[in-house]
C-alpha cells in the first residue's frame, strides 16, 4: 500500500499500548480509547501506519491519528451525525454539547 510506514507495538500493559513509529513512541490509554482495552493482545499487535500519522487496527476498526495523542483534550472521541450538530446549535446551554472528556 503507497504511504504506509512501520509501526511496532512496543509494550501492552493494563491501562494503556505502547507504539513506536520510527522516531516516537506513543502510550495510548485504554482509559482515553476504550475499544482497545476490550481488544486482545493477538489483535493489538497488529496495526499499521500510513502516511506518517494514520494508526489503524484493521481487524478492531479502530483508526488514530497520532498526532492528537499530543492533545487528546482537542480531539472528542465521538461522531456526530449533521442531525445531531444541527441540534447542538440551538441547544439551550452550552453543556449539552459538550465532548465527552469535558462532561468527567
Known amino acids: 500500500m503507497s504511504g504506509t510506514a512501520t ?8 491501562f494503556a ?3 513506536f513509529d520510527g ?3 506513543y502510550a495510548i490509554p485504554f482509559s482515553e480509547f476504550p475499544c482497545l482495552g476490550k481488544a486482545s493482545v ?6 499499521t501506519l500510513s502516511h506518517g500519522f494514520h494508526l489503524r487496527w484493521q481487524e478492531l476498526d ?9 492533545h487528546l483534550e482537542d480531539f472528542p472521541l465521538y461522531f456526530e451525525s449533521p442531525e445531531s450538530t444541527a441540534r ?6 452550552a453543556h449539552e454539547y459538550k465532548t465527552k472528556r469535558e462532561k468527567q
Open 7 to 14: 509501526i511496532s507495538v512496543e509494550n501492552i500493559t493494563p
Open 17 to 19: 499500548v505502547w507504539v
Open 23 to 25: 522516531k516516537k513512541e
Open 42 to 47: 493477538e489483535q493489538l499487535m497488529h496495526p
Open 62 to 70: 479502530v483508526d488514530i491519528d497520532l498526532r492528537s495523542l499530543d
Open 88 to 93: 447542538n446549535m440551538v441547544a439551550e446551554s
